[in-house]
């Protein structure tokens, strides 16, 4: 199979644009280390259009590129696969993940750590664009730890914040738990088929099953939980708002989140070849959704309101997919992908604004007149999450709620509620920081509210051109539809997206109206009301701040594990098991002096020796 | 020219002892240099042999038809080539130290010894290599190592000579029950393969012959050696430890037990497998809670080793590839982390987690291969920690899955011990008292170690397939011993 150039330069260009960035720009021009990675990634994006364009007019790959490991008959490759479902996702990766890296260069560019982290984050690009591309699984592992990997390097990147590093660490094990699963999953793979090419899998799976392959789906969806923040799993991602905003943005809204809902739609055909695991997904996805949308609306830091965002959406994934609708949560992940890019951009200039790293809501308000170009921006993307017809988020949006109406009524309370919140914390958020008078956060006069002003063009450019797609990509919809649809694995059909309801589209507006309905009344006609009754609530407050009491278990659980290794490492290892090997010595000298076999009397030693040899003697005899 | 292997070094050796002040230090780095060029090109007859047993050297039968025998595939060729790299990254390493002739000519001793170790096919031979190991490292450890040198020496020597006692009887036994069968007196592995000893005689041989190759492994509960030794021996002696010395033990098993004793291994499958899990994990847990850098990584080897123990043991072809190939990484990975352990001790006399601190700044290049050799050894895809772990545990997830699952928690485990400890020591600002002033980044000398350890780590990540053709060859000829699917 001719394999086309964009692919290569797919690869080629980041590690090129690595190898020269870290070789020549970091020791001699540590400043200027953007510009072979921006040169990357306008290369890779070129490449990604490229690629999605020829998959669009039914062209598709799947070969292997190179051998990896062998021995014997047994190998792994390095291959690609190319379809309708890859190549969308992988151009708006490319595209926002290269917007965010344009912003990011005016956003990092007073912080010491500018080289280092551009390699990092250029890494974390190129481990999402790998994975992409990948056509097994073994592949897909790889970039999907490195897209750990970097996580990890890039929250942790303030090395001298300790939350940073407690979130980066916390992401990473996390994070690994997942990866465990996966490998576990993919040793069963191996073992039952030989081979863990998404291709070959399927089809042998078809014809001939395999015992562990419940278990298989299963783990799946628990490294997808992981990596996408599902339910049980999902407390590092809040917490991984430590790292830079561009950081956030990429996670959130191009790399590592979605990676957990794509594996998913990769391996669509084995999930939906086990009974009852869609439906489990969905439910999970469910109550993620609705579960991390009410907790956003406590939220006070902007950030962190984003991030419960993020994981109510990717609950809303979860739950298209589950009921079986895998390009409807596909292009909620790219739509996804745009407003939230602008929101956590915007979220980053204001903060810029403020000369702070982090904003709270309690500290920022009626930003409207300063920052104007900011608020648009945010404005568009708010309503696009909100679902408001006909900007993006409204028909990816529009898909899962026609996706859980099929589904049937339970489904189609939690897509609703789930949309409801999100209009109402977005907008709750809007007004809070755009419009109102900053008279309700009941601070006082020690609010230090700095002097917003708008950032410079470097940074608005990159979230005027993403609040553009955030707007307008609903237009691209139905041709984002047929492109997943091409090329695709058995099961084509869970690909094609919904035909338009009155009713979805009656009851998804009713939803988000509401939420800004509620938004609006508790922020700007009965301001500081809702804080008011928190404060005069403080158990409901300390429950909503320790998610419900979940983080709690979560680090019970982590101090139970400490407190096991500490048990065995000192009780067990070094006090019993190697105090009995070192007493072994004492007891030794102390016997020997019992039985005076240390007085250097040669009797005393001949008689020993008698004794000894009798003694074997008597045994060879017997 | 396989005798060169060992007697290059050998002659070193006893060079370095008359040598003079600088020059013994020369004379080593000369000699180890020699070595690791002339191993690098025995793959050169080597591949054109094209067999198991690519060179073959043989003397004539002595007594009890006991015979210098030395051969080399390519398992015996990649850890010759472990040996003669990481002999010749000691030396460089303590380049700086004002060491006596003595501690230079130990380590050509130490690598004359273990190339001996690795080249014999007699078992007389490959007991007598296998205790001169044990001469060197004691004196290594207890003369130039740190504050409770002499207790860690005397507790290493005692400790693996007991088991070294129960291997030389083990093999005795082993011997006069073939002959009592067979009629010949033989020490060669290659007429001993597939002897099958059985009854309670040969439980009891096999049982003798694990404990011998356990203690070195090390294998659980007969650790208790490792964490003393690597922590007080100097950062050569804790390099060579960790990479090398620890094979002898996974090398016994392919070497000896998995020849001599198929039948018996694989009926003792789930305990030796289970004892390999239980490495794993107890090594994982004890090194999460460990306050002392050295200590810690040397706990992760006993981790580490369990990985090579449940690749050799799944008897399959990526099984035993993986268990050998993570033998290499292992000492590659290790060794590194050692290195710069080593490097910080130098510059500030400490180890201790505690003692350092916001070393980004000050030491970012060290901060930078260190994270990077920790990556490899928590197993990160695309380095490679990872193409080790995971064929060994492909290949025991064909034999017993359950235990490979088991295994794989060793991966959260490795995250959960390494990078706190990491973040300690790199990331953390530093505490009152702490050593972080005094370290300095990586020199010249330095950097270009570091590099190479690190690129190999990377290579054998991305691209591990020249290796495992070497190792092909001798994977081929273990496995028809197997029981196994």
């Known amino acids: ?622 | 020219m396989l005798t060169a292997l060992w007697l290059v070094p050998a002659v070193g050796g006893i060079l370095c002892l008359f040598a003079k002040g600088r020059t013994a230090r020369y004379t080593s780095a000369a000699f180890a240099a020699a070595v690791l060029a002339y191993s690098v090109w025995l793959s050169v007859p080597y591949g054109a042999a094209r067999g198991a047993w690519g060179i073959v050297e043989a003397g004539p039968s002595w007594i009890f038809g006991i015979r210098y025998h030395l051969a080399v595939d390519g398992l015996a060729l990649s850890l010759v080539w472990l040996t003669a790299l990481l002999t010749v990254v000691c030396v460089a390493l303590s380049w700086r130290q004002d060491f006596s002739a003595g501690y230079w000519s130990s380590f050509m001793f130490l690598e004359a010894a273990l190339m001996g170790v690795f080249l014999s096919r007699d078992l007389f031979v490959f007991y007598v290599f296998w205790e001169a190991v044990l001469i060197p490292m004691f004196f290594i450890i207890g003369l130039w190592g740190s504050d409770g040198r002499r207790h860690a020496a005397m507790k290493f020597f005692l400790f693996t000579f007991f088991g070294s006692l129960f291997m030389l009887v083990g093999l005795l036994a082993l011997v006069t029950i073939h002959h009592a069968t067979a009629g010949v007196w033989t020490w060669d592995m290659a007429d001993l393969a597939g002897a099958n000893p059985g009854g309670r005689m040969g439980l009891a041989v096999f049982i003798s012959l694990v404990i011998g190759f356990g203690v070195k492994i090390p294998l659980f509960p007969l650790h208790t050696w490792l964490p003393d030794a690597h922590t007080e021996a100097p950062a050569a002696g804790s390099v060579m430890l960790a990479g090398v010395l620890l094979k002898m033990g996974i090398y016994g098993f392919l070497r000896v037990l998995i020849p001599v004793f198929p039948k018996l291994v694989w009926d003792l499958l789930p305990w030796l497998g289970g004892l390999a899990c239980l490495n794993i994990i107890y090594g994982s847990l004890c090194a999460m809670q460990q306050k002392d850098l050295k200590r810690l990584i040397a706990y992760s080897s006993v981790a580490h080793l369990g990985f090579c123990l449940l690749g050799v043991l799944s008897w399959t072809p990526e099984g035993l590839a993986g268990g050998s190939l993570q033998m290499l990484n292992h000492g590659i990975t290790t060794g590194a982390l050692f290195m710069m352990v080593g490097f910080l001790y130098e510059r500030t006399h400490c180890r201790g987690l505690s003692d350092f601190g916001e070393l980004t700044g000050r030491a970012p290049w060290m901060t930078f291969f260190f994270g990077w050799a920790v990556m490899a050894s928590v197993g990160l895809p695309g380095l490679n920690g990872f193409v080790g772990e995971f064929m060994s545990l492909a290949g025991m997830a064909r034999a017993i899955p359950l235990m490979a699952f088991v295994a794989a928690t060793g991966i959260v485990l490795s995250a959960a011990y390494s990078l706190p400890a990491y973040q300690t020591v790199f990331w953390a600002s530093s505490g009152a008292g702490s050593a972080s002033p005094k370290v300095s980044d990586l020199d010249a000398r330095e950097k270009v170690l570091v590099w190479v350890l690190c690129g190999l780590m990377l290579y054998i990540g991305l691209c591990p397939t020249p290796l495992l053709t070497v190792l092909a060859p001798s994977v081929a000829a273990i496995v028809p011993y197997g029981f196994a699917p």
């Open chain 1, 1 to 622: 199979m001719r394999v086309p150039l964009s692919v290569y330069l797919l690869f080629l260009a980041p590690t090129a644009a690595l190898a020269f960035a870290f070789f020549l720009f970091r020791p001699w021009w540590p400043r200027g280390t953007h510009w072979p990675i921006l040169a990357s990634c306008a290369v890779v994006s070129a490449a990604s259009i490229d690629l999605a364009a020829k998959a669009y007019t039914g062209w598709g790959m799947d070969a292997p590129l190179g051998v990896w490991m062998a021995i014997g008959n047994w190998d792994v490759y390095f291959g690609v696969r190319i379809d309708g479902v890859g190549s969308a996702v992988l151009a708006m990766v490319a595209v926002v993940g290269a917007l965010i890296h344009v912003y990011a260069v005016g956003y990092m560019r007073e912080d010491p750590g500018f080289s280092r982290f551009f390699l990092c984050f250029h890494l974390f690009y190129l481990a999402m664009i790998g994975m992409l591309v990948s056509n097994n699984f073994v592949q897909f592992y790889l970039f999907w730890e490195g897209v750990g990997l970097c996580s990890y390097l890039l929250i942790g990147f303030w090395t001298h914040k300790p939350a940073a590093r407690g979130a980066a660490l916390q992401a990473f094990v996390v994070n690994r738990v997942g990866d465990l699963a996966f490998l576990i999953a993919i040793l069963i793979l191996l073992k039952s088929y030989g081979d863990t090419r998404f291709k070959h899998v399927f089809e042998q799976m078809a014809y001939q099953g395999a015992p562990l392959l419940g278990l298989v789906g299963l783990l799946l969806f628990v490294a997808a939980a992981s990596k996408s923040a599902q339910f049980p799993l999902y407390f590092w991602l809040p917490d991984a708002m430590e790292g830079p905003t561009p950081v956030s943005a990429l996670m959130h809204a191009a790399t590592m989140v979605t990676a957990g809902i794509f594996l998913l739609a990769r391996s669509w055909p084995l999930i939906s070849f086990i009974p009852d695991l869609p439906w489990l997904i969905a439910a999970v996805g469910a109550v993620t959704a609705v579960f991390a949308g009410a907790l956003a609306c406590f939220q006070t830091d902007l950030k962190r309101i984003l991030a419960y965002s993020t994981v109510s959406h990717l609950g809303l994934m979860a739950l298209a997919l589950g009921l079986g609708r895998v390009g409807a949560a596909v292009l909620h992940l790219i739509m996804h992908g745009f407003f939230k890019a602008v929101l956590f951009l915007c979220a980053g200039n204001i903060a810029h604004g403020l000369g702070k790293s982090a904003a709270d809501i309690s500290e920022v308000g009626g930003l409207r007149r300063s920052m104007p170009f900011t608020l648009a921006c945010f404005a568009a993307a708010a309503v696009s999450l909100a679902g408001v017809w006909p900007f993006a988020g409204f028909f990816s949006k529009d898909g899962i709620i026609e996706a859980a109406f099929d589904g049937g009524p339970v489904w189609t309370a939690f897509a609703l509620a789930a949309a409801s919140l999100g209009a109402f914390y977005i907008s709750r958020m809007l007004f809070l920081v755009f419009f109102g008078p900053c008279a309700e956060q009941g601070a006082g006069p020690e609010r230090k509210p700095g002097h917003p002003h708008e950032a410079p063009a470097q940074m608005g450019m990159p979230v005027a051109f993403l609040a553009m797609l955030a707007l307008f990509a609903g237009l691209l919809a139905p041709g984002i539809g047929r492109l997943l649809a091409s090329g695709a694995l058995p099961e084509a059909e869970s690909l094609v997206l919904a035909h338009f309801s009155w009713t979805v589209f009656a009851a998804g507006t009713a939803a988000a109206g509401l939420g800004f309905a509620a938004a609006y009344y508790l922020t700007m006609v009965r301001p500081g009301w809702d804080w008011e009754w928190r404060r005069g609530h403080p158990g409901l407050e300390s429950l909503v701040r320790s998610d419900l009491g979940w983080r709690k278990v979560v680090s019970a659980v982590a101090a139970l594990g400490w407190r096991l290794a500490e048990w065995v490492g000192g009780a067990l290892d070094h006090r019993t098991l190697d105090g009995l090997i070192e007493s072994s010595a004492p007891a030794t000298v102390s016997v020997g002096g019992a039985l005076s076999l240390k007085g250097g009397r040669l009797n005393d030693y001949l008689w020993w020796i008698l004794a000894g040899t009798a003694a074997l003697l008597g045994v060879a005899l017997c």
